[in-house]
């Protein structure tokens, strides 16, 4: 059984101050893994003391140090891509090549920062006035357990880059990725303080974090009713917050689309990480004359799904992350049941020959409307809605009739037809036909789904305060 105890506070591991413990499963297994001694408030003032101590001197450093910096941290985490690999496997649940391919993507996170870092001034000139992008402060980030390093690493890019301390709260559910991750941090050798990560409850150390006084900047990642009570609670002291919620993706199939091409596709995006994804495509509209073909073979698709061990390569879904999750995840296929959404494949329980395990079987509802409460709640794990739709007005209608607009996608074959459709969805992003990513991009939900960007130019960006300077002449 691993225990993990430790805060990382000014450069050093040190046991935390509290002493309530939270028990963890392995998901593939249920059995007992790993118990998790819960920071408490007293180690999240520690946390802040430490980025706030640094602050003045972590935000002066040079541009050069700071990129120094981010290749050292793209560098260690590179380094043990395998371990950090496997713990996602273990604790999460995650295929082990998606897992493989996330542990990258927190390396290519900080060097992509790094290597747009050269090019960007942090002062421009308006005319006559000097524009000065200064670092905003101690930063806090708070991430969710279902793509631990790829969130911490795109958030702490961005705010290094920029010149500000960091303190992270990752999940409590995640303390095994966390401290491996935190290893790999610790040895790129930030200055101390630059650096912190505590983990505990969100009530308890989420909490203590976002109402410090010390904190300047709130990003977050996570559920859109915590995110909602963090915006509010922010707001009486301003503190600048950027909020990457939940979703409920719609995927258009276009009329022009190969069926069981679409169907594929559409499932790629619906499951991607065992469903756990607030990018999953999980509203899947369909042009009404063409449901039925669609649904055969979204059957003949998932039935190439394998869930299982996800330590297997062979395996394309694993568990859930806890019996929580899956508990939902189940009470939603119900509650679809319920409501009378045609079950094409799925429902609840347990694939077939999984004995044990949170394993969900990949589920998808055709004969849905987007009334139902399938389609509106995001239920965050292996469960897709089909709607049909009457024409394309109509599609775009569905698609936008919903709080959430964090990502939307579109098939079919006439490129130029799919682009219009993408220019009229309200969504952060839109992917035409695959679910591909684009690190350099922005990324953000419009509506509910969240308020700010991250990655890229607009993480560093997400993390600076103007300032304009006048009465001297540019040149
Ligand atoms: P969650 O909101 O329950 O928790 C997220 C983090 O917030 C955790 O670290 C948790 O401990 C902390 N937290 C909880 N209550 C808090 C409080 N009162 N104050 C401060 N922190 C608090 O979400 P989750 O179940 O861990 O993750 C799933 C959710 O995350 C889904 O809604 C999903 O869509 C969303 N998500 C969004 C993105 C995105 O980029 N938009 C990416 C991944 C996940």
Known sequence: MRKFDQAYISGAFRTVHGRDELSLINPTTEEPSSVLVLADEEDARQAVESAS???????????????????????????????????????????????????????????????????????????????????????????????????????????????????????????????????CLHAAGAPAGAINLVTGLGDVVGEALTSHPAVRKISFTGSTPVGTAIMRAAADRMVRTTLELGGKA???????????????????????????????????LIPRARVDAFCEAVKVAVAKIVPGDPSDTATTMGPLVNRKQYDRVQSYIRKGLDEGARLVTGGEGRPAGLTRGLFVKPT????????????????????????????????????????????????????????????????????????????????????????????????IEDHLELKTILGRKAG
């Open 53 to 183: 101590q640094a602050f003045t001197q972590f935000s002066m450093t040079s541009k050069q140090e700071r990129i120094d910096l981010l290749i050292a941290l793209s560098d260690s985490v590179r380094a043990r891509a395998d371990e950090l690999t496997e713990a996602t496997v273990i604790e999460y649940g995650g295929p082990v090549e998606q897992a493989r391919w996330r542990a990258g993507l927190a390396a290519d996170n900080f060097l992509a920062t790094a290597t747009l870092l050269k090019d960007y001034s942090f002062t421009r000139w308006v005319n006559n006035a000097e524009v000065v992008a200064q670092a905003v402060g101690v930063a806090v980030h708070i991430v969710p357990w279902n793509s631990v390093y790829n969130a911490i690493s795109v958030k702490m890019a961005g705010a290094l880059a920029a010149g500000c301390p960091v303190v992270v709260k990752p999940s409590e559910y995640s303390p095994w990725q966390t401290q491996l991750f935190t290893e």
């Open 250 to 284: 719609p995927t258009i199939v276009m009329d022009d689309a190969d069926v069981a091409e679409a169907a594929a596709a559409a499932l790629a995006m619906g499951f991607t990480n065992n469903g756990q994804a607030c990018i999953a495509g999980t509203r899947i």
């Open 364 to 459: 998808v509802f055709g004969e849905v409307t987007n009334i139902m409460t399938i389609a509106r709640e995001e239920i965050f794990g292996p469960v897709l809605c089909v709607i049909a739709y009457d024409d394309e007005e109509d599609a775009v209608a569905i698609a936008n009739d919903t709080p959430f607009g964090l990502h939307a996608y579109v098939i079919g074959k006439d490129l130029a037809r799919a682009r219009a459709i993408a220019g009229r969805l309200d969504a952060g992003r839109v992917a035409i036909n695959a679910l591909v990513h684009e690190p350099l991009a922005p990324f953000g939900g419009f509506k509910r789904s969240g308020i700010g960007r991250e990655y890229g130019i607009y993480g």
